[in-house]
């Protein structure tokens, strides 16, 4: 039996999208900027998906940028609010994917902004006062904050935050990479400036994203080339990917408020189930407050073999992915973890789910871990 419980990684395609996207591999092979009908069709099936796209977040089609992914998109956002916006002061957090962290991390050591992070509590959340305070800047500045991190689930109150943001004339940024497909979003709402998307972490394919950019922003292209996306992104159109996506946002949006239901209880599930049978386990972030509901990280206590879990987990045909905060041989180790936890030996284990997953698996998974801290500790 294999099991898989690392759906923040990625989850495996839906075969209604598989379905949508084989007409489209099979025949429509044409250049969606050849303006005879082969382009055609396929610049039509592009605009569809980007409507359908719009619609789920109650924006224009025209604010909606395909990209290959959520780096791409997260990059463009940051690197272009920078050269073309004048901002000149980016407010962000230690716990960031690196997709954010490392373009930030770059263009502070290029002289071109001044990073400020913003100060967690001891879960990993947000200090609203703080980035208040931070925003009190003379300079041009943008937030850039995640929605919900990757590894801990941690969620930022995004409507406060984008509240916080206007308040204080910052540009609004936010890596919604692991909430896009999970929770509605009405950008009518919640006003922010720029959002990412990768369609592979809601059951569409890889190597396809979205960056939303709102219509009051002007930026220019972070990929030179043709006049693809609006003259906002060269390159030949990932056709196949592009259906792939709207049809995976599709059929994440028509199912939302069930699957959600059903994997909070999967998560809830398994917090009972390690409580019960691996004495001392904690769990990272705020899995009791605002917390991804596709997420669950958790601390088991150290023993001799801890960090043999994965390894003992996946030769048993269970998929999860981990980290440490320690930096010990050669795993650099998790660097969320080690902003909220410090350097201390903390082994922990990302279990995350989809629809695709069962109690009964999550029998199994505990079952093996059972046995594996048995052999270990005794
Ligand atoms: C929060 C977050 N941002 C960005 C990314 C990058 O997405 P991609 O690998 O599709 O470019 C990921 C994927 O792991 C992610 O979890």
Avoid: W
């Avoid at 719009?54 to 959520?70: D, K, Q, Y």
């Avoid at 320690?326 to 080690?338: A, F």
Wanted: glycine fraction near 8%.
């Amino acid at each position: 039996m294999k099991i898989y419980l690392d759906n923040a990684a990625t989850t495996p395609i839906d075969p209604d999208v598989v379905k949508a996207m084989i007409p489209v591999l099979q025949n429509q092979f044409g250049n969606p900027s050849s303006i005879h009908a082969y382009g055609r069709e396929v610049r039509s099936a592009i605009e569809q998906a980007r409507k359908s796209v719009a619609r789920f977040l109650n924006v224009s089609p025209a604010e909606i940028f395909f990209t290959s992914g959520g780096t791409e998109a997260n990059n463009t956002a940051i690197f272009c609010s920078v050269r073309d916006l004048g901002v000149k002061h980016v407010i962000s957090s230690t716990i960031e994917h690196h997709a954010v962290l490392h373009t930030l991390q770059e263009l502070e050591k290029d002289g071109k902004i001044k990073l400020s992070l913003v100060k967690l509590d001891d879960r990993g959340r947000i200090d609203l006062a703080d980035l208040e305070s931070l925003l009190k800047s003379d300079q041009k500045t943008m937030v850039s904050l995640m929605h919900a991190n990757n590894e801990i689930g941690n969620m930022i109150p995004l409507k406060q935050v984008s509240e916080l943001c206007t308040k204080y004339n910052a540009v609004f940024h936010s890596d919604t990479v692991q909430t896009m497909g999970h929770y509605s979003l009405d950008l009518q709402e919640i006003p922010v400036h720029f959002i990412t998307c990768a369609a592979h972490k809601f059951h569409g394919p890889k190597g396809i994203g979205f960056l939303y950019i709102n219509h009051t922003i002007k930026i220019h292209p972070f990929i030179h080339g043709g006049a693809q996306e609006r003259n906002m992104r060269g390159g030949t159109e990932n056709v196949y990917g592009i259906v792939g996506l709207a049809k995976a946002l599709e059929i994440a949006s028509e199912n939302m408020s069930e699957h959600r239901d059903y994997i909070q209880g999967l998560k809830n599930y398994m917090i009972g189930k390690l409580k019960e049978n691996i004495p001392g386990i904690e769990f990272n972030g705020d899995p009791e407050g605002e917390s991804l509901y596709t997420v669950l990280n958790a601390a088991f206590p150290p023993s001799e073999n801890s960090e043999m879990l994965l390894f003992n987990l996946d030769i048993n045909g269970i998929a999860c992915s981990g980290g440490s905060a320690c930096s010990s041989g050669s795993d650099t180790g998790s660097h969320v973890l080690r902003a909220v936890y410090g350097d201390v030996d903390r082994p922990s284990v990302r279990f995350s789910f989809s629809k695709y997953n069962t109690k009964e698996e999550i029998d199994v998974v505990v079952e093996k871990l059972k046995e594996l801290y048995a052999v270990k500790v005794s």
